[in-house]
C-alpha cells in the first residue's frame, strides 16, 4: 500500500491579525518563528513546516545549504502550480493531460534583490500582489533556509495539496523529495532546476495535505 503523506493544519494566527509580517521575509527563520508552524516531514536535514495565516499559506524549509527550493502545490486534480526560489523567483503551471503534466509556459525570472530595504521590501510585495506567492531568494538569509508565503486564493476548494523537491550545494544531482516516498516528479531533477517543457507525473493526493 502507498504511504499517504497527508496532514491536516489547524489555522494558526501569527503577527497581528493574522498578517503576514514582510519586514521578516528575510531567508532567517528563527525558533519562535518556526514553533508557529505545523511540522510537515523531513528527509534526513530537510525540514518542511506550515501553517495558514489568514489569507496566506506560509511554508517555511529548514535544510543543509541549496540552490534550490521549488515547492509544487495542487488543489482540482487539473492544474499544480509549480513555485521555485533560487537566485530568482519564478513558477509554471502545469495542467494533466492523460496520464502526464504538461505546460505550454516558461519561468519568467524575477525578484534578485538580496537586501531588506523598504524598496525592496515593496518590491516582494508588488510581486506577491502579481502572481500570488513570493518567497526569499537563496543568496539571502541563512544558508538553508527559505520562506515561501501563497494566497489561499491560488487554489479552490478547502484543501491543497503540497510537495517540494530541494537541490543541494553538496550534490546537486540529488534532489532531495517531501515527502521522501511520495513527492514523485514534483522531485525531478529538470523540473527543480527549471526546466518547464518536460512531462511529469505528479500524483498530488499522496502529497502533505492542507486545509484551508
Known amino acids: 500500500m502507498k504511504f499517504l503523506a497527508s496532514i491536516f493544519l489547524v489555522t494558526l494566527s501569527l503577527a497581528s491579525a493574522g498578517q503576514i509580517d514582510f519586514t521578516k521575509l528575510d531567508g532567517i527563520i528563527s525558533e519562535s518563528e518556526n514553533s508557529q508552524l505545523s511540522k510537515l516531514g523531513e528527509n534526513g536535514s530537510s525540514k518542511i513546516s506550515a501553517a495558514v495565516v ?53 519561468f519568467d525570472w524575477k525578484v534578485r534583490e538580496t537586501d531588506m530595504s523598504k524598496k525592496t521590501i515593496e518590491k516582494r510585495r508588488d510581486y506577491l500582489d502579481t502572481y500570488g506567492w513570493v518567497a526569499n531568494t537563496l543568496s539571502m538569509g541563512r544558508r538553508g533556509e527559505v520562506e515561501f508565503v501563497i494566497k489561499k486564493s491560488l487554489f479552490s476548494g478547502n484543501e491543497v495539496f503540497l510537495a517540494a523537491g530541494l ?7 540529488e534532489i532531495v523529495p517531501l515527502p521522501t516516498e511520495t513527492s514523485g516528479d514534483c522531485a525531478a531533477y529538470s523540473l527543480v532546476a527549471g526546466d518547464p517543457q518536460k512531462s511529469y507525473r505528479f500524483e498530488p493526493k499522496t502529497w502533505f495535505k492542507i486545509s484551508l
Open 54 to 106: 489568514g489569507d496566506y499559506i506560509k511554508v517555511n524549509i529548514l535544510s543543509d545549504a541549496m540552490y534550490v527550493a521549488s515547492l509544487c502545490f495542487c488543489s482540482d486534480d487539473s492544474k499544480t502550480l509549480v513555485v521555485h526560489a533560487s537566485a530568482a523567483l519564478g513558477q509554471v503551471s502545469y495542467s494533466a493531460r492523460g496520464d502526464s503534466w504538461r505546460s505550454d509556459e516558461t
Open 167 to 173: 537541490m543541494p550545494e553538496s550534490n546537486p544531482e
